[in-house]
Each structure stands twice: as structure tokens, then as C-alpha cells.
């Protein structure tokens, strides 16, 4: 079991910035994909953003592009992956689940065996 603990969630407004940290423990976290997935309320849970595990590569939803930055910070033993969200809007209201697997940026859950518990982002009009 890889623990992921995500941080960072609250309540903003249209507009607002707002970054989100998942803490990932493990000698070998620094050679997974991190990934940030979200679920809205009634909806499937979505595809966010993706970095490799040497930060070089970065993946991102179309709804995100241009306003969601992914990045990685990898410690000896353990890796914090962040997400910046700048100009965020209602429909980025979800919770937002930080995910660990050995694909190469993949955006399916599937490709993920290792998600955290969530951190709620609500965005107010």
C-alpha cells in the first residue's frame, strides 16, 4: 500500500488560485507518474494532470490547460506533487484525488493502483 495524502482543498471564489499538495511516503514514490484526478458530484472521476516521475513531462486535461500547473518535488524518501489552479471556476468544484502508477502520463484510473483519500475544492460564483 503506497500512502498518498493530499492537502490543500477549501472554499474559493471565480477567479481565485488555490494549490493543492499530495505527500507521497516511500523509498521508490520518486520513480512513480503522479497524477491528479477529480470527481464531481454525480459525475465520473476525471483526468486532471499528469507528470513523469522526473518532472519532465507533464500531461493535462483540455478543461485545465493554460490554468493547472503540475509539478513534483522528490525527496529522498518522500515525493510531494503539487497542483496550482490560478483563475478557477464553478465548474472546477470536485474533489480533487492525487494517484501514483508506473504508466507513462496515462489518464485513465485504471492506470493508477495507488490513489489518497481526496481534498474537496469548491468554487463559488
Known amino acids: ?6 492537502s490543500g482543498g477549501g ?3 471565480a477567479g481565485d488560485s488555490l494549490r493543492l499538495s499530495c505527500a507521497a511516503s516511500g523509498r521508490t514514490m520518486s520513480t512513480y507518474t503522479m497524477a491528479w484526478f477529480r470527481q464531481a458530484p454525480g459525475k465520473e ?13 507533464t500531461s493535462y486535461a483540455d478543461s485545465v490547460k493554460g490554468r493547472f500547473t503540475i509539478s513534483r518535488d522528490n ?6 506533487v503539487y497542483l496550482q489552479m490560478n483563475s478557477l471556476k464553478p465548474e472546477d468544484t470536485a474533489v480533487y484525488f492525487c494517484a501514483a502508477g508506473r504508466s507513462a502520463l496515462g489518464t485513465h484510473t485504471a492506470d493508477y493502483p495507488y490513489w489518497g483519500q481526496g481534498t474537496q475544492v469548491t468554487v463559488s460564483s
Not at 500500500?1 to 493530499?6: A, G, N, W, Y
Open 11 to 13: 472554499l474559493m471564489q
Open 75 to 80: 525527496a529522498k524518501n518522500t515525493v510531494t
Open 45 to 57: 472521476r476525471e483526468f486532471v494532470a499528469a507528470i513523469s516521475w522526473t518532472g519532465s513531462d
Open 1 to 6: 500500500q503506497v500512502p498518498l495524502v493530499e
